[in-house]
């Protein structure tokens, strides 16, 4: 047989360091969002106009305004973020980027973790930054907008992160977005509870850190835990394809 | 005869309630191409997929250097250069940006290696243009750009001639013998007329659907 | 023991088994429920505070808590499906999750026609009646996900992440519920809060949750079996059964 004479590669045996392929995966991430700016920006010019429905819908009342704006804010941000997460995983499905993540030599939780991240970034900080204005627009004391800010800063990875598990589920179904909603919603009611029950008890004068310990503890587990579930259901979505 | 890099061992797939194809027995030897054949539909790309570790729900076992693939995902996917249908290349990013993130899991290469590539991929004056100013056939080559920077002795390419110009087919097709000669192995479908010395094909679509 | 394990997971054992377990679970579950329902609607005391109306808990509380335990059921379906691939585990989660969530439903009904009486109005936002619309959605989302996809083996894998995620949310879900509800309206009337039952209520009630329990079986197997028949419809044991006439 000729094949005795032939050369034989030898299988690779060093991989690059974690930390360059995660950084890797986010700064492509991240570039690849501030490039596609309508993306950034229609999930907050949503949050906005949410928030503006209520006045026009419900009550222009300082009163009811007050007692509701953080309910109000927190619904809106869950939205809003509910909007952008379709996109999570799609596009890079769509070009052929997510096949080449499952193929990395790299944990595939670690990945996903950095594209969670990097989501959070590009989403849940600028929703953190727009609240104090909108806490103004609806008539929230500066304590509670404070207060307001501090829970959707510790809420809105937990969101990301929860969020990336139904955007890994549904990344190859055509019914995607709604899909996606009517899976996630159920998971943020208690980021929701906490988030908003937390303003409302430092409006009451009591002490939060006890709350955002609580919020603190939602986070920890679902960096602990959400990676694990997506890095699953991407591995079972991409097998569908 | 050296050993068999790759092996599926009475693989069986089912897909959507039709049997692809029954007690597929595959050797992957360093120093070979191979072609998967059959019409459309007969579950080349599923093949790939499964080999490449992408798609599990099947029967049979994979072997990665003679052990079971999924105890050793990490040596497998380091050592697998996959290139499907979609190019693995985002369109808001540029040629070099896209080659250098789909090579940082894997090793590190300087500016000038990537942008080298990029030239011998007929991409010269384009690394910085968004790749979604390009046109398919280009796209197409920032994926198989990776290709020429490639440690990796298994490569697994599902229609990679697609979109290529004349002269972009010519290049793949040495670039394919080259690494065969070189001592890789190469598992490919396509539909353009590939042949070399050597070459093994695996034909698909001739399962009779009657399962017992 | 493994190999009793395997032979579980042989839908054609199960199907045989079930067909023999079904008329049991019938006949008993039909039986206690019967008896549990005649003795709590029309034998029971009349409870002191709320008088006969009070009544619809021998239904609302076993559907109740029949809805939740067919939950708990689907996770560990669903651990076996991710794990061990046993076909037989993502059947059962397809076969009874819209079963769960019609349980659910009533559950939710029964509290709404239970609360009439008792709050004078059919909803309140109490924490166990809200911890229950959320399970509804919970179930919702498993059976949407489900049939949205096409293949059978990868909906079942993609059904079964989502339950268990659900599973590891559910006592988040209900102690956040339960927190807010107190923080919304203290010391109120909850329907947790059950008056101290004399033996007379208890035992009718423990008959329906048996009884229902066994009627569940019941269901389950029977859809199981039709399942199993659908899925394996090209393998010759099942051609050879309907030949033979029925499920045998």
């Known amino acids: 047989m000729p094949t005795d004479k032939r050369p034989v590669m030898t299988p690779v045996q060093n991989t690059a360091p974690l930390a360059q392929a995660v950084i890797a995966i986010m700064r492509r991430d991240l570039k690849a969002s501030l490039r596609q700016r309508q993306d950034l920006f229609n999930p907050l010019v949503f949050f906005v106009m949410v928030v503006s429905l209520f006045p026009l819908g419900v009550s222009p009342e300082v009163s009811f305004l007050r007692q509701s704006g953080t309910g109000i804010l927190w619904v809106a941000a869950l939205l809003s973020t509910l909007l952008s997460l379709d996109h999570l995983f799609r596009h890079d499905y769509d070009d052929g980027t997510l096949e080449q993540l499952l193929l990395a030599p790299q944990p595939l939780f670690l990945l996903v973790l950095a594209k969670a991240t990097a989501h959070w970034l590009v989403t849940g900080v600028p929703l953190v930054l727009l609240a104090p204005v909108l806490g103004v627009m609806v008539h929230l004391d500066g304590n509670s907008i404070g207060v307001l800010c501090l829970t959707l800063l510790v809420g809105t990875p937990v969101l990301s992160l929860v969020g990336s598990i139904g955007a890994a589920l549904t990344v190859g179904l055509r019914s995607g977005g709604v899909l996606l909603s009517l899976l996630i919603i159920p998971l943020y009611i208690p980021v929701l509870i906490f988030g908003t029950g937390t303003v409302t008890a430092a409006e009451a004068g009591a002490p939060v850190s006890g709350y955002l310990a609580i919020m603190g503890a939602l986070l920890a587990l679902a960096l602990t835990l959400a990676p694990f579930a997506s890095a699953a259901a991407l591995r079972i979505s991409l097998s569908n394809s | ?212 | 023991m493994w190999q009793f394990f395997h032979k579980l997971g042989s839908p054609r054992w199960f199907f045989d088994l079930a067909g023999r377990l079904m008329p049991w679970l019938l006949v008993s579950g039909l039986l206690m429920s019967l008896v549990g329902l005649v003795w709590g609607l029309v034998f029971a005391p009349p409870d002191y505070l709320q008088g006969n109306s009070y009544r619809i808990i021998f239904i609302h509380v076993p559907v109740s808590f029949l809805a939740q335990s067919v939950y708990v059921m689907m996770a560990a379906a669903a651990l076996i499906t991710l794990v061990w691939r046993i076909k037989l585990a993502d059947m059962f989660v397809k076969a009874v999750a819209p079963v769960g969530a019609v349980l659910t439903f009533l559950g939710l009904f029964t509290g709404a026609v239970w609360g009439e009486p008792t709050w004078g109005t059919w909803w309140v936002w109490d924490a166990r009646l809200t911890s229950m619309l959320i399970l509804l959605f919970l179930y919702i989302g498993a059976i949407a996900l489900g049939s949205a996809i096409s293949d059978e083996k990868f909906a079942a894998r993609a059904v079964a992440v989502l339950v268990l995620v659900g599973v590891v949310n559910i006592p988040i879900i209900k102690y956040s519920v339960e927190w807010w509800n107190t923080l919304h309206q203290p010391a109120t009337f909850t329907l947790t809060e059950k008056p101290k039952m004399p033996m007379a209520m208890w035992v009718p009630l423990l008959l329906m949750v048996l009884g229902l329990y066994c009627l569940f079986g019941w269901l389950a197997c029977w859809r199981l079996q039709t399942e199993i028949i659908f899925r394996e419809r090209k393998a010759r044991w099942v051609r050879d059964r309907i030949m033979a006439g029925g499920r045998g």
């Open chain 2, 1 to 212: 005869m050296s050993e068999p890099l790759l092996q599926a061992v009475n693989l069986s797939c089912e897909r959507d309630d039709r049997l692809l194809f029954r007690n597929l027995d595959i050797s992957i030897v360093p120093g070979t191409l191979t072609r998967v054949e059959g019409p459309n539909g007969s579950g080349k790309t599923t093949l790939l997929r499964i080999l490449a570790g992408l798609h599990d729900a099947c029967q049979g076992d994979i072997l990665w250097n003679g052990q079971l693939r999924d105890r050793q995902r990490e040596s497998f996917t380091r050592n697998l250069l996959y290139i499907g249908h979609r190019a693995g290349v985002k369109a808001q990013l540029t040629p070099l940006e896209n080659l250098r993130a789909l090579m940082a899991g894997r090793r590190l290469l300087s500016r000038d290696l990537l942008a080298a590539a990029l030239d011998n991929a007929g991409l010269a004056g384009y690394h910085d243009a968004p790749c979604h100013s390009l046109s398919a056939g280009q796209q197409r080559r920032v994926s198989l750009a990776r290709l020429l920077v490639s440690d990796e002795p298994l490569w697994i390419l599902d229609e990679a001639f697609t979109a290529l110009d004349r002269e972009g087919v010519a290049g793949l097709e040495r670039l394919l013998l080259q690494r065969v000669s070189q001592g890789g192995a190469v598992i490919a479908t396509t539909h353009h007329p590939l042949a070399a010395d050597g070459m093994r094909r695996i034909q698909l679509g001739k399962v009779n659907d009657h399962a017992d």
